[in-house]
């Protein structure tokens, strides 16, 4: 070890751990010594930064095992970086000239901030209430507003075809029972027409009723199981035309 290590290191061992007064520097000293003086001036200014800064540059110069336990000494008790402290405290153990008291503490303050920093992180195990799931998205209306308005056209275009049915029927009656040959003759050209009309808005409301139902029953509003909810229509011929029968769960 150099004399100029020597002198380094035992000053700043008892600096930091002690608390001498400050290490005085000529204008001819070593740049070692100057820039490990100046660093044990930040320290007891309080300019802890200031400090770590000067002890690394000089460490960059000559690697003194002593200045990396003053680095990590100031990030463990002043700066209270506990991780950058564990790291200088092992490299300061690793290194070829640590103080062989001074090792050991540092080795069993290193046990120490392990535990901290253990301490410190949650374990998710260990977590008593853990936060609730986010809330399901609300459910896509679209389908429900569609086939309300479906049902609803389905509805007033059969009414529609249903008049015009009415008026067809009506029309036949009164052109088998009227004498005048131009009123039968105005009802033989207007009754086609209206039971053509009546048909078509029947069927085409019909099948709007049919489509409306569909989408209004199997619409799902969120508040049920995929597997229980739903809807089932079935389309039969009937006396009347044809049948709609629904199923399902609701």
Same mark, same amino acid.
């Given at each position: 070890?150099?004399?100029?290590?020597?002198?380094?290191?035992?000053?700043?061992?008892?600096?930091?751990?002690?608390?001498?007064a400050v290490a005085q520097t000529g204008g001819d000293a070593?740049?070692?010594?100057?820039?490990?003086?100046?660093?044990?001036?930040?320290?007891?200014?309080? $300019?802890?930064?200031?400090? /770590?800064?000067?002890?690394?540059?000089?460490?960059?110069?000559?690697?003194?095992?002593?200045?990396?336990?003053?680095?990590?000494?100031?990030?463990?008790?002043?700066?209270?970086?506990?991780?950058?402290?564990?790291?200088?405290?092992?490299?300061?153990?690793?290194?070829?000239?640590?103080?062989? =008291?001074?090792?050991?503490?540092?080795?069993?303050?290193? /046990?120490?901030? =392990?535990?901290?920093?253990?301490?410190?992180?949650? $374990?998710?195990? =260990? =977590?008593?209430?853990?936060?609730?799931?986010?809330?399901?998205?609300?459910?896509? &209306?679209?389908? %429900?507003? +569609?086939?309300? +308005?479906?049902?609803?056209?389905?509805?007033?275009?059969?009414?529609?075809?249903?008049?015009?049915?009415?008026?067809?029927?009506?029309?036949?009656?009164?052109?088998?029972?009227?004498?005048?040959?131009?009123?039968?003759?105005?009802?033989? &050209?207007?009754?086609?027409?209206?039971?053509?009309?009546?048909?078509?808005?029947?069927? /085409?409301?019909?099948?709007?009723?049919?489509?409306?139902?569909?989408?209004?029953?199997?619409?799902?509003?969120?508040?049920?199981?995929?597997?229980?909810?739903?809807?089932? %229509?079935?389309?039969?011929?009937?006396?009347?035309?044809?049948?709609?029968?629904?199923?399902?769960?609701?």
């Open positions: 070890m150099s004399r100029t290590s020597q002198l380094v290191r035992g000053m700043l061992l008892s600096a930091l751990v002690t608390g001498p070593d740049p070692v010594e100057a820039l490990a003086a100046q660093g044990l001036e930040c320290f007891q200014k309080r $300019d802890f930064n200031c400090a /770590v800064d000067k002890y690394r540059e000089a460490y960059r110069i000559e690697p003194v095992a002593a200045l990396l336990y003053n680095i990590a000494f100031i990030y463990d008790k002043k700066l209270e970086q506990l991780q950058l402290a564990r790291d200088y405290y092992f490299r300061y153990v690793k290194a070829p000239d640590p103080d062989p =008291d001074t090792k050991l503490a540092a080795l069993e303050r290193i /046990v120490e901030i =392990d535990q901290i920093l253990k301490d410190r992180t949650p $374990d998710p195990k =260990d =977590d008593p209430d853990p936060p609730p799931p986010p809330p399901p998205p609300p459910p896509d &209306d679209t389908q %429900l507003y +569609a086939g309300w +308005a479906t049902l609803g056209a389905g509805v007033l275009i059969g009414g529609v075809g249903g008049v015009f049915g009415l008026l067809a029927s009506q029309a036949a009656d009164t052109q088998s029972s009227t004498t005048d040959p131009g009123e039968w003759n105005d009802i033989r &050209d207007s009754a086609p027409t209206q039971a053509v009309i009546g048909d078509i808005g029947m069927i /085409v409301g019909g099948a709007a009723i049919v489509t409306g139902l569909v989408l209004v029953l199997t619409h799902d509003d969120g508040t049920q199981p995929a597997t229980e909810a739903g809807a089932s %229509l079935q389309v039969a011929p009937s006396a009347s035309g044809f049948g709609l029968s629904i199923g399902g769960a609701f």
